[in-house]
């Protein structure tokens, strides 16, 4: 009777709390929990199948989910022996990723922004009790996408409420959601938060693309019959798709490499070849960038070492604040940032650059201001020009913005290039700050 009571407690002990009776990660700290939303058995895959790989190498949770069982996506096979197929293919991916995965058996391109899949999707967030949840943009080409971008965003505020799908446990607190990268620009481009590099995890995600034969491999697949130039040979067909994710993600790096460099630091930065990215999304949670940054594992400080800037590949320099050099009494290197913060109207930080194409460069700007800070006038100086103009609100210290604020001429050598403010201002306390400068970017015009 006693060996029954004990037993009975045991049971019931490990059945009460399923998901928090496990293990530590690599570091013996509680595992992250993420789920990530695709519209078909690929999606996330494709998106954030590097970061996962990631993840869960130093044991944290993900989970991989497909809203619809894609099984129209093909030119030869289709309905219930196409979406059999699929699904063993992501759970071949999750295998080599090391996640789980789960398919909805919801008809592909059938995927509709209901209250009910609305539940469906909070039911999953709450079960999986997620810190992180990722998925597609409310902007992207095919309504699956979409949907899901509009079912996520709807979930988002109610995971957290008891009431709501009562059946499931509420999350904690609200977890921190993030779009993947997408090309589409209207109504807006997007603006990635974080890339990361996946150079180390590269051949996983390469594993699970050359698993999944129905997106990335049939002759009739989706892929080899709406590309250009797919080879007809089995082998060639394979490699050529495989290939076409493998630029995709190193298109990834190179669009965004000074986010890159910003966050790993100007050494390993330059060198990530393949790259993953993620938008924060307005709703849910909104971490500092520091914390952020630990939730992608990105513990990378980086240190303030000025350091002359050579062009990258495509001739566009970066000068990142990691390699400027601050002058003036306060002006403040922010590691966790990878930026620096004025407090001063004599602050100013110059850049030495090396120019070997000279001609017009059109400047981006990367800064954070708050509302209440923001309007102030700045100074971009090079030898003989001077680009002006006003700091503009980016909504919080937390979120930056990049955003062309004109262009200068750029002859041969090497050449300072100073930013500063362009009138005095006054800080009292904590207030009165210029911006948050993350960096500056050159882009040659032609
Ligand atoms: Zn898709």
Request: aromatic share 10%; with cysteine.
């Amino acid at each position: 009777m006693k060996i029954l009571f004990i037993l009975t407690v045991f049971v019931l002990a490990v059945s009460f709390n399923p998901l928090f009776a496990q293990d530590k990660t690599a570091n013996n700290e509680t595992p992250l929990r993420i789920i990530a939303f695709g519209a078909h058995p690929d999606d996330a895959e494709l998106k954030a199948g590097g970061m996962a790989a990631i993840w869960a190498a130093q044991g944290h949770k993900v989970k991989f989910v497909a809203m619809t069982n894609g099984d129209i996506g093909h030119f030869e096979s289709s309905g219930g022996a196409l979406a059999n197929r699929r699904l063993e293919e992501v759970r071949e991916c999750a295998r080599i990723f090391g996640i789980e995965t789960e398919v909805l058996d919801i008809h592909d391109g059938e995927l509709e922004p209901t209250l009910e899949n609305r539940k469906k999707v909070a039911r999953l967030i709450r079960d999986w009790q997620a810190d992180i949840v990722l998925f597609h943009r409310p902007y992207d080409y095919h309504p699956d996408h979409r949907y899901v971008g509009v079912l996520v965003q709807d979930a988002s505020v109610i995971v957290a409420a008891p009431f709501f799908t009562p059946n499931t446990t509420p999350t904690k607190r609200n977890p921190v959601f993030l779009y993947y990268s997408d090309n589409f620009l209207k109504p807006y481009a997007f603006e990635p938060t974080l890339v990361v590099g996946i150079d180390e995890v590269a051949d996983k995600k390469w594993g699970c693309i050359t698993a999944m034969p129905s997106q990335f491999g049939d002759l009739h697949s989706w892929q080899a019959s709406t590309l250009p130039d797919v080879p007809k040979d089995d082998l060639g067909r394979k490699g050529y798709l495989l290939n076409i994710v493998k630029q995709r993600n190193e298109s990834i790096a190179v669009k965004y490499r000074n986010r890159l460099i910003e966050l790993y630091g100007n050494e390993k930065g330059s060198r990530i070849q393949y790259a993953e990215a993620f938008e924060i999304c307005q709703y849910g949670r909104q971490p500092t960038m520091g914390e952020l940054k630990k939730l992608f594992l990105l513990n990378v400080q980086t240190k303030n070492k000025p350091e002359k800037v050579i062009p990258w590949q495509d001739g566009s320099l970066l000068l990142s604040a990691e390699l400027g050099k601050g002058i003036g009494p306060k002006i403040a290197y922010m590691p966790e940032e990878s930026a620096f913060g004025w407090f001063t109207a004599a602050d100013k930080v110059e850049w030495e650059v090396q120019v070997t194409d000279p001609g017009t460069y059109a400047i981006y700007l990367d800064w954070s201001v708050s509302d209440d800070e923001a309007g102030k006038p700045f100074i971009l100086e090079t030898k003989g020009q001077q680009l002006r103009g006003i700091v503009g609100p980016t909504g919080s210290w937390q979120s930056y913005k990049t955003i062309k604020i004109g262009n200068i001429i750029l002859k041969a050598g090497t050449q300072k290039l100073v930013f500063k403010p362009a009138s005095k201002f006054k800080t009292i306390g904590d207030k009165g700050a210029l911006l948050d400068l993350r960096g500056i970017k050159l882009v040659p015009v032609n």
